[in-house]
């Protein structure tokens, strides 16, 4: 069947623009044609986002902890060893959401994190803005019903969250993060500028006293199935559970804690070792991948037993925290075969970037939610908890509702092996992440796919398979071509690859910059920038890495392929001025008579 041209488009509210936001042209909210009837027999579509999972959490990519659930999808599917985000959350759910690079989507950084630099640039307003169009905006206009529960990050005022942006039914937490169990609603957290914002389509909200995040979000989204299987909506659905499981702060019900305690006494180089093995007996890297060594890890055997004890602690509500989202990953796939939607709905399963590498003992005031233009006066100081706030980090503690920790460099990087570093920089351990299709049309039999694919290809892949086609303008205004490629080919095994061995593909955040060209890829992370990983790793020259050899990027071939590194430093200088890249600021230079202006 051909596509069918989206000639639809929905009705939009008009608010102010948020403070911090740059100028930038009014949505159009002139009336606009009833939503099309979607092509016949369209698939349904099933995104789920896991928050800050590492590579090798899931048993099918090699963890130990219990997701059978998952693995379950992701066996009877394809697993993808190539599939990369942006270093962190905002930047990267702005590409799901529009299928074009962050730096023009508007998260050119995060939101939280804009600087005299960056803030008011095109591209850098803070959320999802008017120069695209959200692939629930572009399906509910092609005739279906767009569902969402879970973690938006992609704007805080009324015009730029879900209930505007495209979905029909929607329960949103606006910002990156919250307490898991709703402690931080209250008029200490309030009064830090620290408290969330849910939304309930579009209404003021809470999370429930007494519910655990991962639970309700999934709760929400199947009561919009069943919502509309009981109305006799045939509508087919885009549902959307981007969950804020495992991000800090790690907490997680007692119960499911309490299956893991003792399982990470051993340390961390004792965990990174079991999976990188794992990962060689599953297939998902050559049998001679070595590893990259640590960084800012201190040895397992240097740290006290005390300090062992809350170091293995964390790793088990962190476990916890991964095995709870798989138990309600089962729920939504036990919902979908009870209403007989499964057999036709295609499942995508990511990481939104790589695993949390910071210390974490308390909020951070650069996320005050309040101010968002606020940072601390060193930008790399630790957190430390305000009193007011009632945290208590104390071993037995640790997991409840009112702790607030993160499980730091040893457990992130031991969960991103083989690759290198964390969340924040453009190596592969902060954007290789887990992911994985199911379903209608995916051809399965446990397949792995080692093709260099991306988060902007999510939303093409939905069009192509909806039998859509993108507009060149939505609601009036101009948006920008998809700059994905759809899976199909890819998951339906008709080839092995969507991407030319000539096409570049681009990344930056934090001033730290990548580019893949086929197998070849360069990285280079400068130094005294704006950090978001404390104290953090730099280089200060271009390293050029064969990724598909070295998925661990331990051998830098800079000196040793001069021409290769000039043509891919040369292509992402082009990719960099193509997207609006803001370049790294130039320190002033001295001179006799004082700094140059």
């Not at 040895?299 to 293995?312: F, G, T």
């Amino acid at each position: 069947m051909p596509a069918k041209p989206l000639t639809a488009a929905l009705p939009v509210l008009l608010f102010a623009l948020p403070a911090a936001a740059a100028p930038e042209a009014p949505r159009v909210s002139a009336a606009q044609p009833a939503p099309a009837v979607a092509p016949k027999d369209a698939p349904n579509f099933l995104v789920i986002v896991a928050d800050d999972l590492g590579w090798s959490d899931i048993g099918a990519f090699g963890g130990e902890i219990a997701t059978p659930n998952l693995d379950a999808l992701a066996l009877s599917g394809v697993r993808f060893t190539g599939f990369h985000t942006a270093p962190t959350c905002s930047p990267t759910r702005s590409m799901l959401m529009s299928g074009v690079d962050n730096h023009q989507a508007g998260l050119g950084t995060m939101a939280e994190l804009l600087s005299d630099a960056t803030r008011g640039r095109p591209g850098y307003e803070g959320y999802l803005n008017d120069r695209v169009a959200s692939i629930a905006e572009l399906l509910r206009a092609g005739g279906y019903t767009t569902l969402m529960a879970g973690k938006w990050h992609l704007g805080l005022t009324p015009d730029r969250e879900p209930a505007a942006r495209g979905f029909e039914h929607s329960f949103a937490l606006l910002q990156g993060l919250s307490n898991h169990f709703g402690a931080d609603q209250n008029a200490a957290w309030t009064n830090a500028g620290l408290n969330p914002s849910y939304r309930d389509d579009g209404r003021p909200a809470t999370l429930p006293a007494g519910s655990y995040s991962t639970d309700y979000f999934t709760d929400r989204l199947i009561g919009y199935l069943d919502q509309a299987k009981r109305a006799g909506d045939a509508r087919p659905f885009f549902a959307y559970l981007p969950f804020t499981a495992p991000h800090w702060p790690l907490q997680a019900p007692p119960e499911t804690i309490a299956k893991y305690k003792g399982r990470y006494d051993a340390g961390y180089e004792a965990l990174r070792d079991a999976r990188l093995a794992r990962q060689k007996q599953l297939g998902l890297i050559p049998a001679d991948a070595v590893a990259h060594s640590t960084e800012q890890v201190r040895p397992w055997a240097s740290l006290s037993p005390d300090e062992r004890a809350v170091e293995a602690r964390k790793m088990e509500v962190y476990a916890a925290m991964v095995d709870r989202l798989d138990q309600n990953v089962g729920r939504v796939i036990a919902a979908l075969k009870a209403q007989g939607r499964y057999d036709n709905t295609i499942i995508l399963f990511l990481s939104d970037n790589g695993p949390e590498g910071n210390v974490i003992e308390a909020p951070s005031p650069r996320f005050r939610i309040a101010d968002p233009k606020a940072t601390p006066a060193d930008p790399d100081a630790p957190a430390a908890p305000a009193p007011s706030l009632g945290i208590d980090n104390r071993l037995a503690n640790i997991g409840k509702a009112t702790s607030y920790v993160g499980y730091g460099p040893g457990w992130a990087e031991a969960n991103s092996t083989p690759s290198w570093l964390v969340k924040g920089y453009p190596t592969e351990g902060g954007i290789r992440v887990s992911a994985f299709a199911a379903g209608r049309g995916v051809r399965g039999g446990g397949r792995i796919a080692t093709a260099n694919l991306d988060v902007r290809d999510i939303a093409p892949t939905l069009l192509d398979y909806a039998g859509l086609t993108q507009p060149a303008t939505f609601a009036g205004r101009p948006i920008l071509p998809h700059q994905g490629h759809s899976l199909r080919p890819v998951l339906a095994a008709s080839a092995p690859a969507i991407r030319a061995a000539e096409e570049a593909v681009g990344y930056e955040l934090f001033y730290r910059r990548a580019l893949r060209k086929g197998d070849w890829k360069v990285v280079y992370l400068p130094a005294g920038t704006n950090r978001y990983t404390r104290k953090g790793v730099s280089t200060g020259r271009w390293q050029l890495f064969d990724v598909a050899r070295d998925p661990g990027e331990t051998r830098d071939l800079a000196a040793a392929e001069p021409a290769r590194l000039a043509e891919l430093v040369a292509a992402y200088d082009a990719y960099a001025k193509d997207k609006g890249v803001v370049p790294l600021p130039v320190a002033p230079t001295p001179t006799a008579t004082g700094p140059k202006p």
